[in-house]
């Protein structure tokens, strides 16, 4: 499958303003993942992870951390969840306005990892991959969330440490 199968159903996925969400494809050898993005919630993590989309720069990365019943983790270039892009962004999560538009961590959820610094941000994000909200209560409020796996659960369950993004693409994305 791949991004032509899904753009019928993408292209309806609409926002709560009436407006086309962005979507991001990740192909792996494993299947598609499919997640809508949400810049009225992330306006800057949106930006930096679509400018990091569109130079490639995910593409050939591994998932460098799987912790069952919580994350998969990829983004990371050196794959050892110590790397990133060279830049970091602010922790949107900081701003009570933005953190009220955010997704609660729950399966399928996506986020950006950091360090301790709520700024430390770059391109390593998680992904949610418990039904159950328990081990997800800490970090609602303390990281970015800006994104949500809307086709190919499967899939994301199914990675492990080590896995391949092989392709990742944007669409629909228009930076304001």
Not at 134 to 152: C, Q, R
Request: glycine share 10%.
């Amino acid at each position: 499958m791949r991004f032509s199968l899904f753009s019928a159903f993408l292209a309806t996925v609409i926002s709560c303003n009436g407006e086309q969400l962005p979507y991001v494809t990740i192909e792996t050898e494993k299947g598609n993942i499919i997640i809508e993005l949400y810049p009225e919630a992330a306006p800057a993590t949106v930006a930096n992870f679509a400018k990091l989309i569109e130079s490639d720069f995910y593409d050939g990365v591994v998932f460098h951390r799987f912790v069952p019943g919580f994350v998969i983790q990829g983004g990371d270039p050196q794959g050892t969840g110590r790397g990133g892009p060279g830049w970091t962004i602010p922790g949107e999560f900081q701003n009570p306005d933005l953190r009220e538009k955010m997704p609660i961590h729950e399966k399928g959820v996506v986020a950006m990892a950091r360090t301790q610094n709520p700024d430390s941000a770059g391109s390593q994000f998680y992904i949610c991959v418990s039904s159950d909200p328990t081990p997800y209560a800490h970090l609602n409020g303390s990281y970015t969330t800006f994104g949500k796996v809307i086709e190919g659960m499967d899939v994301v369950d199914a990675l492990r440490e080590g896995d391949v993004m092989e392709r990742v693409a944007i669409e629909n994305y228009q930076e304001e």
